[in-house]
């Protein structure tokens, strides 16, 4: 991990812009604790607010702390597909806990079809159970989807969705989806890892997405940009692959600008816009109970 400050640079007045990242896992076991100094980066990079996404009963309360702590951290819970096969029996009443002593969103949520050796069994009842919380109580609702998306957009098109609408996460469907999933009520979320070479199909989809439906997302420690569009570098303290930090957003917000031939300000106000208008939920006021309260 680099020093707090090696690769700060403190933004002039005249350039000061929001920036909203619509999907990180500030939580994850591989930022080691430093997310103190994770997010003081991120402060100073003018990062506005983050959502930050549980996976998995074990990383809630994680997530929760974090809330608590950060004013720009709006916390989503969720069963990701990966994790799935861990639920406890008594996970959906955990999840509703938290749902209704926090303000917060519905995710990491999927479907997975790319993942060797995951099966598919139980994802969809999963799923679906989510789904019905994030429509229930009209929370937004981030979704993962890979290799299956003709089946994710039959799911949405037949069953209860939240009215304000839901994030497709790091978005790599096909161009000719984008409509019927906006039609839904979608929210496409760009990551900098679609700025490597040979993701031009994954750029060019997301040219056709409604200029109001984008969002932009760093998935942070995942889905690193190109090394040399990286201000902020990080490594794992046990010398294992490089991870993504969470204040290289406004880099990814330069690749989009850069795709969409628009200045990075109108950008930024668009983005701002539209990520208060999804997760615009109010931050880290307990709806009903202090978070201390929700049993783990
Ligand atoms: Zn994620």
């Given at each position: 991990?680099q020093?707090p400050?090696?690769s700060?640079?403190?933004r002039?007045?005249?350039?000061a812009m929001r920036f909203?990242?619509?999907?990180?896992?500030?939580?994850?076991?591989?930022?080691a604790?430093?997310?103190?100094?994770l997010?003081?980066?991120?402060q100073?990079?003018?990062?506005?607010g983050?959502v930050?996404?549980g996976?998995?009963?074990?990383?809630?309360?994680?997530v929760a702390?974090?809330?608590?702590?950060?004013?720009?951290?709006?916390?989503?819970?969720g069963y990701h597909?990966?994790?799935?096969?861990e639920?406890t029996?008594?996970?959906?009443?955990?999840l509703?806990?938290?749902?209704?002593?926090?303000?917060?969103?519905?995710?990491?949520?999927?479907l997975d079809r790319w993942?060797?050796?995951?099966?598919?069994e139980?994802q969809?009842?999963?799923f679906l159970?989510q789904?019905l919380?994030?429509a229930?109580?009209?929370?937004?609702?981030?979704?993962h989807?890979?290799?299956?998306w003709?089946?994710?957009?039959?799911?949405?098109?037949?069953h209860?969705?939240p009215a304000?609408g839901?994030l497709?996460?790091?978005y790599g469907?096909p161009?000719e989806?984008?409509?019927?999933?906006?039609?839904?009520g979608?929210?496409?979320?760009f990551?900098?890892?679609?700025?490597?070479?040979?993701?031009?199909?994954?750029?060019?989809?997301f040219r056709s997405?409604p200029?109001d439906r984008?969002l932009?997302?760093?998935?942070?420690?995942?889905?690193?940009?190109?090394d040399?569009?990286?201000?902020h570098?990080c490594?794992?303290?046990d010398g294992?692959?490089p991870i993504?930090?969470p204040a290289n957003?406004?880099?990814?917000?330069?690749v989009a600008a850069?795709?969409l031939?628009?200045p990075l300000?109108?950008l930024?106000a668009?983005?701002?816009e539209n990520f208060l208008r999804l997760?615009?939920?109010p931050t880290?006021?307990?709806?009903?109970?202090s978070?201390?309260t929700v049993?783990?």
């Open positions: 991990m020093s400050t090696s700060l640079r403190v002039p007045p005249d350039q909203y990242d619509a999907h990180n896992h500030l939580q994850d076991p591989r930022f604790g430093t997310q103190s100094r997010m003081a980066a991120c100073i990079e003018g990062i506005a983050m930050v996404n996976s998995c009963e074990a990383d809630w309360p994680e702390r974090l809330a608590a702590r950060y004013t720009e951290v709006r916390p989503s819970f597909p990966w994790y799935v096969h639920r029996a008594h996970w959906q009443d955990t509703r806990r938290y749902l209704d002593t926090l303000p917060a969103a519905v995710g990491e949520v999927g993942k060797p050796g995951l099966a598919y139980g969809e009842a999963v159970d789904l919380l994030a229930e109580r009209n929370r937004p609702l981030s979704i989807c890979l290799r299956t003709g089946r994710l957009l039959e799911l949405l098109e037949t209860p969705r304000r839901f497709l996460h790091s469907g161009a989806l984008v409509p019927p999933l906006a039609a839904l979608a929210y496409f979320g990551p900098g890892y679609f700025a490597h070479p040979g993701k031009e199909r994954r750029r060019d989809a997405v200029l984008w932009i997302e760093t998935d942070a420690p995942d889905q690193r940009l190109p040399h569009l990286q201000r570098p490594a794992t303290s294992s692959a993504n930090h957003l406004p880099a990814v917000y330069t850069n795709l031939g628009l300000a109108q930024a668009i983005i701002e997760f615009g939920l880290n006021q307990p709806t009903t109970a978070p201390a049993k783990e």
